[in-house]
């Protein structure tokens, strides 16, 4: 999977539909309200905008959701349950952002990862009606209308934490849908529980991905002749590697 993220020449590929939510887990968004992954399917998507991380100024900003879907029925999940006591369910593979901006599968994150964490809160004088968001990489905080440019004006948030206390597997005996979003530019977002993770692109963008991947590496893999083979796969190899490519883990269906 991770071979698909860029193309040789830099360029990101769509990341492709492997983990995801169930329809109750809740998105974080900037206007302080949460909204589900199954509202968001079924009213729209709209003019709504998340928390997202920045990982090339390394701060919190404003991400606009530019689609939401399902992308499989699964019946095995996890629960991640975290240490503020938040609680959601997603696939086992859905890679969620630790601390220091790099990604981890959830099925692979032990309780000494540290989440990068989402920490919101009001203050306590002088613009008590506007919230505070803090900055991970710089432990500093900004006022959100002046960072994102609108007003905040809604109930007092809560701060959330950002490890994990555990994560359950789960069987279920009749699959459900779960769902993802896409983030416009940052690729990553918020849920309410206060942790961030990666975000999806629907299953056609994502095979685009696969088959782009493919097509910029054919050099690699034409034939060549007897003399050459040493210093390259044989076919049956690269038939497998190129099959891998396609569909190796990058669409689930």
Same mark, same amino acid.
């Given at each position: 999977?991770?071979?698909?993220?860029?193309?040789?020449?830099?360029?990101?590929? $769509?990341?492709?539909?492997?983990?995801?939510? =169930?329809? %109750?887990?809740?998105?974080? /968004?900037? #206007? @302080? &309200?949460?909204?589900?992954?199954?509202?968001?399917?079924?009213?729209?998507?709209?003019?709504?905008?998340?928390?997202?991380?920045?990982?090339?100024?390394?701060?919190?900003?404003?991400?606009?959701?530019?689609?939401?879907?399902?992308?499989?029925?699964?019946?095995?999940?996890?629960?991640?349950?975290? $240490?503020?006591?938040?609680?959601?369910?997603? =696939?086992? %593979?859905?890679?969620?952002? /630790?601390? #220091? @901006? &790099?990604?981890?599968?959830?099925?692979?994150?032990?309780?000494?990862?540290?989440?990068?964490?989402?920490?919101?809160?009001?203050?306590?004088?002088?613009?008590?009606?506007?919230?505070?968001?803090?900055?991970?990489?710089?432990?500093?905080?900004?006022?959100?209308?002046?960072?994102?440019?609108?007003?905040?004006?809604?109930?007092?948030?809560?701060?959330?934490?950002?490890?994990?206390?555990?994560?359950? #597997?789960?069987?279920?005996?009749?699959?459900?849908?779960?769902?993802?979003?896409?983030?416009?530019?940052?690729?990553?977002?918020?849920?309410?529980?206060?942790?961030?993770?990666?975000?999806?692109?629907?299953?056609?963008?994502?095979?685009?991905?696969?088959?782009?991947?493919?097509?910029?590496?054919?050099?690699?893999?034409?034939?060549?002749?007897?003399?050459?083979?040493?210093?390259?796969?044989?076919?049956?190899?690269?038939?497998?590697?190129?099959?891998?490519?396609?569909?190796?883990?990058?669409?689930?269906?």
């Amino acid at each position: 999977m991770n071979e698909l993220e860029v193309t040789p020449d830099g360029k990101k590929i $769509d990341h492709p539909p492997t983990g995801c939510f =169930t329809g %109750d887990t809740r998105i974080a /968004l900037v #206007n @302080g &309200e949460t909204i589900s992954f199954s509202e968001l399917y079924k009213n729209g998507f709209g003019n709504k905008w998340c928390y997202s991380i920045d990982l090339d100024k390394r701060e919190i900003s404003p991400g606009k959701i530019v689609n939401c879907f399902i992308t499989k029925y699964v019946n095995k999940l996890v629960e991640v349950e975290l $240490d503020n006591g938040e609680k959601y369910r997603c =696939t086992p %593979d859905h890679l969620h952002m /630790l601390k #220091n @901006g &790099e990604f981890k599968p959830i099925s692979d994150i032990v309780r000494t990862d540290s989440l990068m964490p989402l920490y919101t809160s009001y203050p306590t004088k002088g613009l008590t009606r506007y919230r505070m968001v803090l900055n991970p990489f710089t432990n500093k905080r900004c006022y959100e209308h002046r960072k994102f440019c609108c007003e905040i004006d809604s109930p007092k948030a809560t701060l959330v934490h950002h490890k994990i206390v555990k994560v359950r #597997n789960i069987v279920l005996d009749t699959p459900e849908p779960v769902y993802d979003i896409e983030v416009e530019k940052y690729h990553n977002f918020a849920l309410s529980a206060g942790v961030f993770v990666h975000n999806s692109k629907d299953i056609s963008d994502a095979t685009g991905g696969s088959v782009a991947r493919a097509l910029a590496n054919a050099d690699k893999y034409k034939y060549i002749n007897e003399f050459d083979k040493a210093e390259t796969n044989n076919s049956e190899d690269v038939s497998e590697e190129i099959a891998d490519m396609f569909w190796g883990g990058s669409v689930n269906f």
